[in-house]
């Protein structure tokens, strides 16, 4: 599961609760996090379907799809890169 930091404290999440309480009410918290679930699962799926869609028509047409290896490869060159250029510059402790 992917967490994406959203940034603020818990003072302002307990804003928002307490706001969220006030205008939708106690009772009605609960069906709207069921909704929103709910929507996400769909999004979810809707993605996986297209991404399994692509991969197939990738894989009958002879498209190599496995640029994650590549990807590496270039990353790790320019780590490399960028650890012989500082290698002079960092401190010595």
Known sequence: ?????LFISGAEIAFILFILV???GADKIPDIARGMGKGMKMLKNASNDIKTEIQ???DKQGINTDISKDVKGEIDKVKEDIDEITGSVKRRF
Do not use: L, Q
């Open 1 to 5: 599961m992917n967490i994406i930091p």
């Open 22 to 24: 006030m205008v939708f």
């Open 56 to 58: 197939k028509s990738a």
